[in-house]
């Protein structure tokens, strides 16, 4: 079964960091383009950061660039987000989808992990 | 950068009843890089339709999407109980960069 796994969500404080990790499995991970999308809980999607396969193409939504970081391992089938300088307005649902490979659409979504930010 | 309404903003229906989604892009756009989604509460979002009109792996025949331009369609044609849900239109033009409409949430009437 294709499946992607978020992992590293939590609560932490403005201006603080955090790692978040989304494992792939069922498929090969290294030719598919990724991205992150978040939620902010009874609101719309807003698509964040992209990546393609072999990592050297990368690009940010204006609202989070500077302050986040998207890589990958694809030895380990995973993709991160690092995000720094966290604000109040980061707080959401960020779920890593999978790229359905044109690129056009995302194809596959993992559950997503949330992303609180509050003192 | 482009900006894609949705309307409505809520569409009230009976299961059974057709459904019609509306995303207006505000220039025109590649039909082949417009997307929808359809996403149920505390779930992640379903790719339904990509290309405008492509139906994705394991899509029922009753969504169909439709347009080109600046105007997409998206059709349920006959609503099962589980099809009340919130859609999204996208797309991804090649800045490159990916935007989601507001969405419509379609309810049980």
């Known amino acids: 079964e294709v499946q992607l796994v978020e992992s590293g969500g939590g609560l932490v404080q403005p201006g603080g960091s955090l790692r978040l990790s989304c494992t792939a499995s069922g498929y090969t991970f290294g030719p598919y383009w990724m991205h992150w999308v978040r939620q902010v809980p009874g609101k719309g999607l807003m698509w964040v950061s992209h990546?393609?396969?072999?990592?050297?193409?990368?690009v940010y939504a204006d609202s989070v660039k500077g302050r986040f970081t998207i890589s990958r391992d694809n030895a380990k089938s995973t993709l991160y987000l690092q995000m720094n300088s966290l604000r109040t307005e980061d707080t959401a649902v960020y779920y890593c989808?999978?790229?359905?490979?044109?690129?056009?659409?995302?194809?596959?979504w993992g559950q997503g992990t949330m992303v609180t930010v509050s003192s | 950068d482009i900006v894609l309404t949705q309307s409505p903003g809520t569409l009230s229906l009976s299961p059974g009843e057709r459904a019609t989604l509306s995303c207006r892009a505000s220039q025109s756009v590649t039909s082949a890089y417009l997307a929808w989604y359809q996403q149920k509460p505390g779930q992640a979002p379903r790719l339904l339709i990509y290309?405008?009109?492509s139906r994705a792996t394991g899509i029922p025949d009753r969504f169909s999407g439709s347009g080109s331009g600046t105007d997409f369609t998206l059709t349920i044609s006959r609503l099962e109980p589980e099809d009340f849900a919130v859609y999204y239109c996208?797309?991804?033009?090649?800045?490159?960069?990916?935007?989601f409409g507001q969405g419509t949430k379609v309810e049980i009437k």
């Open positions: 990546i393609n396969g072999d990592g050297r193409t990368i």
């Open positions: 989808a999978r790229d359905r490979g044109y690129p056009d659409s995302f194809d596959i």
């Open positions: 996208q797309h991804y033009d090649n800045s490159p960069s990916w935007t």
């Open positions: 290309g405008a009109s």
